[in-house]
């Protein structure tokens, strides 16, 4: 089965098109048949303005259109698109929606930060690592941070922050929804140790790349510190000439590190694995575990 997800966020807008192919033990293999990320960067208007600009609309109308295109040509079965921080933010998200859907035929369903925790969990990449341990899965977007804590397969909690990278970068993080992120981590986590960190989102896969490591292998607070660090001590246009990076990767992986880092220090977490899976994964599993359920 063919199956699409587009993932509207605040930074980037990605479309994920796999084939689902059960087998009769029961197992779902997932194949990745293209994955297409168009640097939107929606939350600059958003958290800046209150609203997306007529050009930023114009740039998410076309991306819907050549979205669309490549799931006729793939002959995707079924998909869902999803939008997150920016445009449930945005005075103007829903008529956005609406115009897509007319002129499209791609309909958007804008979620909140919960949702989008419960989807991210559909990946079901703690299942598949030691019972024995904690595990908390933080997704770093450009509006808001999803973080989730598992422990003996089961979920402790799921909670979703307005703190993201490209509100860090237009400083409209507060001080006070900082320290409310540092009590809501001390305090939920302190019983649940020791935890390992999973992370998920472009930022901490660029730094995964840089790292050298082998997959499956773990990063460490004290890198993820040292990168920071590192990082934070160039511009922008350095950390593209340094590090090759895109222009729209090299402005939010400072403060996504930061939040990488101050979650993995308030919960007591030395390493971070990451998997590079994310929402959109998570809509593909989704799309398919419903549609076994009917047949």
Same mark, same amino acid.
């Given at each position: 089965?063919? !199956? $699409?997800?587009?993932?509207?966020?605040?930074? $980037? &807008?990605? !479309? !994920?098109?796999?084939?689902? &192919?059960?087998?009769?033990d029961g197992t779902v293999d997932y194949t990745? !048949?293209?994955?297409?990320?168009?640097?939107?960067?929606?939350?600059?208007?958003?958290?800046?303005?209150?609203?997306? %600009?007529?050009?930023?609309?114009?740039? @998410?109308?076309? %991306?819907?259109?050549?979205?669309? +295109? @490549?799931?006729?040509?793939?002959?995707? #079965?079924?998909?869902?698109?999803?939008? *997150?921080?920016?445009?449930?933010?945005? +005075?103007?998200?829903? &008529?956005?929606?609406?115009?897509?859907?007319?002129?499209?035929?791609? /309909?958007?369903?804008?979620?909140?930060?919960?949702?989008?925790?419960?989807?991210?969990?559909?990946?079901?990449? /703690?299942?598949?690592?030691?019972?024995?341990?904690?595990?908390?899965?933080?997704?770093?977007?450009?509006?808001?941070?999803?973080?989730?804590?598992?422990?003996?397969n089961h979920i402790i909690f799921k909670e979703?922050?307005?703190?993201? *990278?490209?509100?860090?970068?237009?400083?409209?993080?507060?001080?006070? #929804?900082?320290?409310?992120?540092?009590?809501?981590?001390?305090?939920?986590?302190?019983?649940? #140790?020791?935890?390992?960190?999973?992370?998920?989102?472009?930022?901490?896969?660029?730094?995964? %790349? =840089?790292?050298?490591?082998?997959?499956?292998?773990?990063?460490? =607070?004290?890198?993820l510190k040292d990168y920071y660090r590192e990082?934070?001590?160039? *511009?922008?246009?350095?950390?593209?000439?340094?590090?090759?990076?895109? &222009?729209?990767?090299?402005?939010?992986?400072?403060?996504? =590190?930061?939040?990488?880092?101050? @979650?993995?220090?308030?919960?007591?977490?030395?390493?971070?694995?990451?998997?590079?899976?994310?929402?959109?994964?998570? +809509?593909?599993?989704?799309?398919? /575990?419903?549609?076994?359920?009917?047949?």
């Open positions: 089965m063919i !199956l $699409a997800a587009i993932d509207i966020g605040s930074n $980037a &807008a990605r !479309l !994920l098109i796999s084939e689902a &192919a059960p087998y009769q990745k !048949l293209t994955l297409l990320r168009i640097p939107l960067r929606l939350g600059f208007d958003v958290f800046e303005k209150g609203f997306i %600009s007529e050009e930023k609309k114009i740039q @998410l109308m076309e %991306s819907m259109k050549a979205y669309k +295109l @490549l799931m006729n040509i793939y002959k995707v #079965q079924n998909y869902r698109a999803c939008a *997150t921080s920016a445009m449930r933010d945005a +005075l103007n998200g829903d &008529a956005i929606r609406k115009e897509v859907l007319n002129e499209t035929g791609i /309909a958007i369903d804008i979620i909140g930060g919960q949702e989008e925790a419960n989807i991210i969990y559909e990946t079901h990449i /703690a299942e598949n690592l030691s019972s024995g341990k904690s595990y908390l899965y933080i997704d770093v977007g450009g509006g808001s941070t999803e973080v989730t804590l598992f422990s003996d979703s922050f307005n703190i993201g *990278t490209i509100r860090l970068l237009n400083k409209t993080v507060t001080e006070e #929804q900082w320290n409310h992120m540092k009590w809501y981590m001390k305090t939920h986590t302190a019983i649940n #140790q020791p935890i390992e960190a999973i992370g998920s989102g472009g930022n901490i896969n660029k730094v995964f %790349s =840089l790292s050298k490591k082998k997959e499956g292998k773990p990063l460490s =607070l004290e890198l990082l934070s001590a160039s *511009t922008v246009e350095e950390r593209m000439h340094l590090y090759n990076f895109r &222009a729209d990767r090299a402005d939010v992986i400072v403060p996504a =590190l930061q939040i990488f880092v101050s @979650l993995m220090r308030w919960s007591g977490a030395e390493e971070i694995f990451v998997p590079r899976i994310g929402l959109a994964d998570g +809509l593909i599993k989704m799309m398919y /575990a419903e549609h076994a359920a009917k047949s």
